[in-house]
Nanobody, 125 residues
Framework: HVQLVESGGGSVQAGGSLLLSCTVS????????MAWFRQVPGKEREVVAT????????YYADSVKGRFAISQDTDKKAIYLQMNSLEPDDTAKYYC???????????????????WGQGTQVTVS
């Protein structure tokens, strides 16, 4: 069965960096939309970044442009989120997600993603 497993969250001071990883198993990796979302209690889950695996097209939310970078390793069936210059507003639970059917550009709404990881907490103080 399909599994997405995140790792790399933690606590960091403002201005610091973290690298999140998400490994995919049980399904095709290439030519699919993968995304990082984040959620704080009481708010909707919001997209942070997307990548069209195998092709490499990326998208970033305005709030993270220039600070975060999404990347992929097709051999390892993994995506990553390098987070630099972290701010307290980046504090959230971060989720990796996969869309099974989009072609071309990746959707930005959480309802378009059919597989999710368990999430990893990022706390910036």
């Amino acid at each position: 069965h399909v599994q997405l497993v995140e790792s790399g969250g933690g606590s960091v001071q403002a201005g610091g960096s973290l690298l999140l990883s998400c490994t995919v198993s049980g399904t095709t990796f290439n030519i699919r939309c993968m995304a990082w979302f984040r959620q704080v209690p009481g708010k909707e889950r919001e997209v942070v970044a997307t990548v069209y695996t195998g092709i490499g097209n990326t998208y970033y939310a305005d709030s993270v442009k220039g600070r975060f970078a999404i990347s992929q390793d097709t051999d390892k069936k993994a995506i990553y989120l390098q987070m630099n210059s972290l701010e307290p507003d980046d504090t959230a639970k971060y989720y990796c997600a996969r869309n099974s059917y989009a072609t071309g550009s990746c959707p930005l709404g959480q309802s378009s993603y059919d597989y999710w990881g368990q999430g990893t907490q990022v706390t910036v103080s």
